[in-house]
């Protein structure tokens, strides 16, 4: 219709779309599409999406996990105690340095001073028992002397701590000037033959899934995805709650776990003494704290969101 013409009758009666298709290339009797063409698209979009959902939901498993605390601990540490009370003179390792069979680790106060103390007073008397033999006391003297030096010498000997064997120093617990009694702990020496284990804290309702054989993966705290797995080894066979966990790992580890309600022990052995973490290597430490996990079974996505269909599923 030319521009300036007539409204036809019939023009407003109808839909400019209808007009359109009418006078257009369509057949007669084809449905006439008002919805645009992506919307066609979409909808097959999100039909395809909701089938792959509930096939992958069915089909789909997720695994559950125990997870726990997880420790470090050494087998083959020799463990050295003050066998008298005195005063800490000098702490003369460090730890992480290898030290030999009956190397001195730790002296005392008073010990080096009394031997000074004798050594020179049994001088003052030789010479003069040599000056004149002939002087009884003096000689009796010297007597005496001697057998105080060397008792002085067996004391300062028992007093000293000594490496039993032959490794490296794990864990000093005493410092210069510290006053320690009989039996107190003094510091470990990790043998060249030790080996390395951890013990899992895991909870206790996951015990009838634990089994050996399974892996055990765990974490060191502090060292982000440095992953490790091993095998678990041994599993307790009582499930005990946090006091029984702090009395069979001792004081010094026990208290340091953050434990509550009932718990079990799972024990892995590690293969090395080291591990990787971003590049570089680290040693592990007695006592050393991490996180574990271990995979006790799966079930179907459907069933996890929907309890109801786990009987049906199974």
């Known amino acids: 219709m030319s521009e300036g013409a007539p409204e036809s009758p019939t023009q407003g009666l109808f839909r400019k779309e209808a007009l359109e298709h009418h006078l257009g290339y369509q057949h007669e009797g084809e449905v006439l599409r008002l919805t645009p063409r992506w919307t066609t698209w979409t909808f097959g979009l999100l039909v395809t999406v909701f089938v792959v959902a509930v096939a992958y939901s069915v089909l789909g498993t997720m695994d559950e996990y125990a997870t726990g605390v997880a420790i470090v601990q050494v087998e083959g540490r020799s463990e050295l105690h003050a066998r ?23 002296r005392f106060h008073g010990d080096v001073a009394e031997m000074d103390r004798l050594d020179q007073e049994f001088d003052l008397q030789l010479m003069k028992t040599l000056a004149n033999p002939a002087d009884e006391a003096a000689r009796q003297s010297l007597t005496g002397l001697r057998a105080a030096r ?56 996951y015990r009838p899934r634990l089994k050996p054989g399974m892996k055990l993966r765990i974490e060191m705290s502090g060292y982000h995805y440095a992953y490790r797995e091993i095998t678990i080894e041994s599993i307790g066979d009582e499930v005990v709650g946090p006091a029984e966990i702090r009395r069979t790992l001792g004081p010094e580890l026990g208290d340091t776990l953050p434990i509550s309600g009932p718990v079990v ?33 799966s079930e179907s996505i459907a069933a996890a969101l929907i309890p109801g269909l786990k009987a049906f599923l199974e």
């Open 84 to 106: 008298q009370p005195g005063i800490v003179a000098a702490v003369e390792v460090q730890p992480g340095q290898r030290v030999a069979a009956g190397q001195v680790l730790v």
């Open 150 to 205: 060397e008792l002085a010498r067996q004391r300062l000997e028992e007093r000293l701590i000594r490496a039993t064997e032959a490794g490296v120093v794990s864990d000093v617990r005493i410092r210069p000037g510290q006053n320690l009694n009989a039996g107190d702990a003094v510091l470990s020496i990790v043998t060249s033959d030790a080996s390395f284990k951890v013990t899992a804290i895991l909870p206790g309702q």
């Open 265 to 297: 022990l799972v024990t892995a052995r590690l293969p090395s003494r080291t591990f990787t973490a971003q590049g570089r290597e680290y040693a592990y430490f007695e006592g050393m704290q991490g996180s574990a996990e271990a995979r006790v079974g």
